[in-house]
């Protein structure tokens, strides 16, 4: 019997290689239509949640038949139809030199450097009229960057409806608590502006104090995680400033409408 070589054990790990690369390519493209249609899916179920639309079991296309996908110029406010939100991605388009704009760092609460000057928003409508829109934000929180939906009602374009984030990378149990059921229930009702038009909405250190005159306009902290409600508190300020969806929602009040 012919005893192994050294050339038959590397010819025999590099057949493996090839082998072993050939399925795992063969993979990837089979399965990145079904990789696409599920992360798909993921950011639809995300949105209906945010809108408070969200049924378990439920047909996800069905019940986003309720939702209205539109594109945004947030220099302007004014809507850009000649973009298809459907297939937008405003995270890459921040990095591209046409699509995307820095950030002056005095300005950048949210500690996101640059930002698309696009970016899609969500209508959804009850018996035919928009009833909240649902906006997406993002900010660096203690250790990742947290991706998010807020809805606000289009009533007085300030009551906030809920906050929902889909990715982030904060420690469990204690940044990690912007998952937490209980925590997330907090802002259904709080007012993300007073009454002259600034910025209301405050994330606290600790507990809100009920008999405070600026209660509606706050939530509790999240203990143990300072750092990361700081972020959410300044994620807040920035994409709700002129800088972020601040023209958008002036031209919704002035314009009385929505399109």
């Known amino acids: 019997m012919a005893k192994d070589t050294m050339s038959k054990t590397f010819f025999v790990a ?11 390519s063969a993979a990837a493209v089979v399965l990145k239509p079904t990789q696409a249609a599920n992360k798909l899916a993921d950011k639809k179920k995300n949105i209906l949640s945010a809108a408070g639309l969200y049924e378990d079991g439920a047909e996800i296309d069905a019940l986003f038949e309720q939702i209205e996908a539109r594109v945004v110029d947030l220099q302007s406010g004014q809507y850009a139809d000649d973009i298809d939100p459907s297939t937008f991605d405003f995270v890459s388009a921040a990095k591209d030199n046409e699509l995307g704009t820095a950030i002056d760092p005095g300005l950048d609460r ?3 450097k640059r930002r698309s000057r696009y970016i899609p928003v969500y209508l959804v409508r009850k018996r035919g009229a928009v009833d909240k829109i649902v906006l997406p934000l993002y900010g660096k929180g203690l250790w990742s960057t947290l991706y998010g939906f807020l809805a606000i009602d289009r009533d ?27 925590w997330k229930a907090q802002w259904n009702g709080k007012q993300a502006f ?11 250190r600790g507990a ?33 400033s002129e800088e972020g969806y601040g023209p958008y929602l002036k031209h919704l009040r002035s314009e009385g409408g929505i399109g």
């Open 14 to 24: 590099f057949a493996l290689c090839v082998v072993c690369s050939v399925l795992v």
């Open 156 to 182: 007085d374009l300030s009551t906030i409806r809920s906050l929902v984030y889909y990715q982030h990378g904060e420690t469990p149990g204690l940044g990690g608590e912007v998952d937490n059921p209980a």
């Open 110 to 112: 949210a500690g996101i």
């Open 208 to 240: 809100v104090d009920p008999s405070s005159p600026s209660a509606h306009s706050q939530v509790d902290g999240l203990s143990g995680a300072t750092i990361t409600a700081r972020g959410v508190h300044d994620m807040l300020h920035y994409w709700l």
């Open 194 to 204: 007073d009454a002259e038009g600034n910025i209301a909405i405050q994330v606290m």
